[in-house]
């Protein structure tokens, strides 16, 4: 049971190099989500899809782009990647909006 | 604006000590509230979805309960194995879709 899996688990970067965080789920779930999870923030939404063809802006989407490839896949692209983005990343996905999301085991990401 | 607040922030108990979490809210118009369990370097794993006042879930030593303000995750007899951050979120009809996060709570079991 794979569920959530995302790729790659940890990253270092430097300031204004980008990356595509990736991510796939095999539940045959329609929703999709980017979190990005701070100390003393709690886990805050960056963007989502609420199905295939679909993306929607949530709490942070400054500085990040994301794709709906197919109904699996969900990828998160950083730019130009600045320190402030420092964090570890989450994706979930859910059967449809509203429905408890599961999600990965994460991204962790550091930018100097 | 819809918000979160989970407290304690932090929870000690000994193992058998029972207790409660607490997680305040303000919605405008509730569409779910939902426990997450997360371990260290994990991400959060779902425990329970709640969508009126009065409702209860319940698993294993886990009791989660909802009234129109708050909900509660009852801990019964507590194990080591039950160390982790729960956390608590928030789905409103104004924000279709999103998720609205409290900061959780790290509950620490000595055996």
């Known amino acids: 049971n794979a569920g959530v899996t995302q790729t790659p688990k940890f990253q270092v970067l430097k300031t204004g190099q980008s990356m595509t965080l990736q991510c796939a789920q095999d539940?045959?779930?329609?929703?999709m989500y980017w979190y990005r999870q701070d100390p003393g923030m709690g886990l805050r939404l960056i963007y989502y899809?609420?199905?295939?063809?679909?993306?929607d802006k949530g709490e942070v989407p400054n500085g990040y782009n994301v794709s709906r490839l197919n109904k699996r896949e969900f990828s998160l692209r950083l730019e130009s990647a600045a320190p402030s983005q420092t964090s570890v990343y989450f994706c979930?996905?859910?059967?449809?909006?509203?429905?408890?999301?599961?999600f990965g085991d994460g991204t962790r990401l550091s930018i100097l | 604006e819809d918000q979160v607040t989970q407290s304690p922030e932090a929870l000690r108990l000994q193992e058998g000590e029972s207790s409660s979490l607490n997680c305040s809210y303000t919605?405008?118009?509730?569409?779910?509230l939902f426990w997450y369990r997360q371990d260290p370097g994990k991400g959060p794993e779902f425990l329970f979805t709640?969508?009126?006042a009065g409702e209860e879930k319940e698993k294993e030593r886990l009791k989660a309960t909802l009234t129109k303000k708050e909900s509660f995750l009852h801990i019964t007899a507590p194990k080591p194995e039950d160390s982790a951050t729960y956390l608590c979120?928030?789905?409103?009809?104004?924000?279709?879709?999103?998720?609205?996060f409290g900061q959780g709570t790290t509950l620490q079991v000595k055996p």
């Open positions: 979930a996905s859910s059967e449809t909006v509203g429905r408890p999301q599961h």
């Open positions: 539940m045959n779930h329609n929703s």
């Open positions: 899809s609420a199905s295939e063809g679909t993306t």
């Open positions: 919605v405008s118009g509730l569409r779910g």
């Open positions: 709640l969508y009126s």
């Open positions: 979120a928030v789905q409103g009809s104004s924000n279709t879709g999103k998720l609205i």
